[in-house]
């Protein structure tokens, strides 16, 4: 039936209504926005930030340690975010990122009225609607995003005019850069320079398209889509592979580009950058400790406050090579294990293992004074915590995660009482390693330790310890200074006494020899080759004990507390490898003296210098005497202890095929060197030089109990020697490293006969047999 007129006019009339009351709807609806906003922008829903908080976001930015060739070794946090430019970025970084997160980024400003439209429309299902400027302002401006929906909208409001402002503060180029250094990548990985340092083991500009898909597959959910977690391996590598799509969709990739690449697996180079992660472990932690000395002094302008080592974004620019600190730290690692191994082993028929010649006694007073120094017992102490219980809970068994060479990643998850983890550290053998330039002080690479996570003393500059024969070279160059004596020198190797009540004697000092073999003519350089104490006793009365120990001085060794005796001459007394290394570098540096510096320079966070490095340098020997000391020092790694450097054969002793790491080593070129081992094995040396370089070694063990039970494992030839030589043929393999195989600079005036061959005829030239310039005593065979 036709409708008639009426309804006709009802009809119209009911729709004009319709689309008044529509109208009268969106308006209130855009009036409500309008209104919203608003009262967003009057602050009647919380403060907005400034104009100065949006040119200057307050972010944590990490002190980043930088190395002298250019690589980060660490950073000082407590966000890890080291901030690069837009430059620094990859154009295909950019790439994905712009076509997953924010197709239409170049267009827009800041609000993306298609994708709000959209996302209004399909309620989210087809893809939000935030823009990398909405990101952005979300990390800078919300701290936690409201369950709340209308909290949330409220949040949403004063993210939309934050970003509008954003837009016009910043370039898109800057909005990128900052998004990018502003995001949290888990693992430590604040920004994008720490993800490509940590998941990569590269800087940003290196990223490959696939690794650059990785990290922008992160941001939709950095946990999720995390490529190191075991869980969500498979979604970080489907979510990469999306990304590579968007690429394609907005013409960054082609096809055939992205069908290769998604066949392909994710493959990481993760670095950890916890503190106790990474390489220069404990040469950080010594710097930690100078930075924050130095940052208690120098005030920061922004703030007006001392500088903040943790977030004022500084550069610390160091002498360390991170090319060299590598190799020195695998040099380290590989022969410590086969070392370990082979105590281990011999500790197997020892009952009161680790120790040696200590009574149950004395061994539970050193296990009892360990507890009381340990982190465990500072903190329930700090807790108010009863003696009594605490001593109770160190008996009991507790789950703890444990230091094991053996073990994937050298850790293992074990069951047993903080008493019995006591003693089980107590068995590993220690080292420490420094390697420095002595024409400039330069400090190329520092090993304080085997594991600084589980062993926290710093071998290189906390620890002192008994020198052994590495001290012989400061007798034997005050000999030279003062008596004028060449190497070819000859003396009698028989036993000598220097006598109660001389040179501070308090009875008769007769030192032996470890052979035994007595009653030969030798020169000085076999003699200290040899290690010949009994030589070094008449050498020690000729010049005293106090010249040997004002030389030591001379050379950055601290003396104080010395005992002014002579069996300083066999390295009794305690020294610091750190001030050991400088000494050495007088000898090879031709007599001069270079303080060991650790830090170039300072930078702040814009690039202005800070703290500028002023080189600390002093004659403080004889070039003459530090060439002929050196020349002495050769004879070590020709005939005597260090010759083993200059094999070439395999030799066919099983303990050298499992402990001298790297061996044979093959060196031609001309070392320098001196082993030291102390009487019970607890300390080996090794000393080792080539001209522009000194590097010293020691090693040993938790205490003077611990120690292998016979010379041939427990002397510095077998303990550190081969750390320095597996070291040094590392360094020798990359041409890109400047490590000299050069002679020694000899000096051009040099007085005093350094070839033996040419010394005899000088010798037998003479009617009495010495020369004018030789010092007529002699001693008694």
């Not at 909005?175 to 720490?194: C, H, M, P």
């Not at 998604?262 to 010594?286: C, K, S």
């Not at 002498?319 to 190799?327: A, E, F, L, P, S």
């Not at 308090?506 to 007595?518: A, L, R, V």
Request: net charge negative; aromatic share 10%; hydrophobic share 35%.
């Amino acid at each position: 039936m036709a409708a008639t007129k009426a309804q006709i006019a009802q009809e119209k009339a009911d729709k004009k209504k319709n689309i008044s009351l529509f109208w009268k709807i969106y308006a209130v609806g855009i009036g409500l926005v309008v209104l919203m906003f608003l009262l967003a922008a009057w602050e009647v829903f919380g403060d907005l930030p400034d104009h100065t908080a949006l040119e200057n976001p307050q972010t944590e930015l990490a002190t980043e340690i930088v190395t002298v060739d250019g690589k980060t070794l660490g950073s000082f946090y407590n966000d890890n975010r080291k901030p690069v430019k837009f430059d620094d970025l990859p154009q295909n970084l950019i790439d994905a990122l712009v076509s997953t997160e924010d197709e239409r980024f170049w267009d827009h400003s800041g609000i993306d009225g298609y994708g709000t439209a959209r996302a209004a429309a399909f309620l989210g299902s087809k893809g939000g609607a935030s823009t990398i400027t909405q990101q952005l302002a979300k990390l800078y401006f919300t701290e936690q995003a409201s369950s709340n929906k209308l909290e949330r909208l409220i949040q949403k409001i004063r993210e939309w005019i934050i970003t509008s402002r954003l837009e016009k503060q910043y370039t898109k180029e800057e909005i990128i850069t900052q998004y990018l250094n502003e995001f949290d990548f888990l693992k430590q990985a604040i920004g994008i320079r720490s993800a490509a340092n940590i998941y990569f083991g590269k800087e940003p500009d290196s990223l490959t398209v696939s690794e650059s898909a990785v990290l922008v597959a992160m941001l939709k959910n950095p946990r999720q889509f995390n490529p190191y977690r075991e869980v969500s391996k498979e979604k970080s590598f489907n979510r990469r592979n999306q990304v590579f799509y968007q690429m394609v969709r907005n013409d960054k990739m082609t096809e055939e580009v992205k069908d290769s690449l998604t066949a392909l697996p994710i493959v990481l180079d993760y670095n950890p950058e916890g503190h106790n992660d990474g390489m220069g472990t404990y040469f950080r932690e010594h710097l930690r400790d100078w930075l924050k000395t130095w940052a208690k002094n120098n005030i920061n302008p922004e703030t007006d406050q001392p500088f903040n080592l943790y977030n004022d974004g500084l550069k610390i620019n160091v002498t360390i090579d991170h090319r060299m600190q590598k190799m020195a730290e695998e040099a380290v690692y590989a022969h410590m294990e086969r070392l370990q191994t082979e105590f281990d082993h011999q500790q197997t028929r020892n009952k009161t293992a680790p120790f040696t010649d200590l009574t149950d006694n004395q061994i539970e007073i050193r296990l009892q004074s360990a507890m009381k120094r340990s982190e465990r017992w500072r903190e329930m102490k700090k807790k108010g915590i009863a003696e009594k219980d605490i001593i109770k809970s160190f008996n009991e068994k507790t789950d703890m995660t444990i230091f094991d060479w053996k073990a994937k990643g050298r850790e293992r998850d074990t069951i047993m009482t903080p008493m019995d983890s006591i003693r089980y550290y107590k068995k590993f053998l220690h080292t420490g390693l420094m390697s420095l330039e002595p024409q400039t002080g330069h400090v190329k690479a520092w090993v304080g330790g085997i594991n600084h996570k589980h062993f926290k003393y710093d071998n290189v500059e906390q620890g002192t310890h008994q020198a052994g024969s590495t001290f012989k070279p400061f007798l034997y160059s005050t000999a030279i200074d003062l008596l004028h004596y060449s190497p070819c020198k000859k003396l009698p190797d028989g036993e000598y006494t220097i006598p109660a009540g001389k040179h501070g004697n308090t009875k008769d000092w007769t030192p032996k020899d470890s052979n035994g073999d007595y009653g030969n003519m030798m020169t000085l350089k076999e003699a200290l080759a040899k290690s010949k104490n009994t030589i070094s006793a008449r050498l020690m009365d000729e010049v005293g004990p106090q010249a040997v120990l004002d030389r030591a001085a001379q050379l950055g060794i601290n003396t104080e507390g010395m005992d002014v005796v002579p069996s300083l001459a066999l390295g009794t007394a305690d020294v610091n490898l750190f001030q050991m290394v400088g000494a050495y570098g007088v000898y090879a540096n031709g007599g001069i003296y270079n303080k060991p510096v650790l830090v170039t320079s300072i930078e702040d966070k814009n690039g202005t210098i800070l703290y500028q490095y002023m080189p600390e340098s002093k004659d403080v020997m004889n070039p003459e005497t530090a060439y002929v000391t050196v020349n002495l020092m050769e004879g070590v790694t020709r005939i005597g202890s260090g010759a083993k450097l200059r094999g070439s054969w395999a030799t066919k002793n099983s303990f050298y095929k499992e402990v001298i790491t790297d061996y044979p080593y093959d060196f031609k070129n001309d070392i320098a060197g001196k082993t030291g081992t102390t009487q019970n094995n607890s300390d080996g040396w090794f000393m080792g030089m080539v001209p522009n370089l000194v590097t010293g070694v020691w090693v040993g063990g938790d205490g003077k109990s611990i120690h292998f039970k016979s010379t041939k494992y427990g002397q510095g030839a077998t303990m550190a020697l081969p750390i320095w030589g597996s070291y040094m043929k590392r360094l020798y393999a990359d041409e890109t490293i400047d490590v000299s195989k050069a002679p020694f600079k000899k000096p051009e005036d040099l007085s005093i006969e350094t070839d033996c061959d040419e010394y005899e005829k000088t010798q037998n030239s003479s009617p009495l047999g010495g020369s004018e310039d030789d010092d007529s005593r002699e001693f008694d065979m």
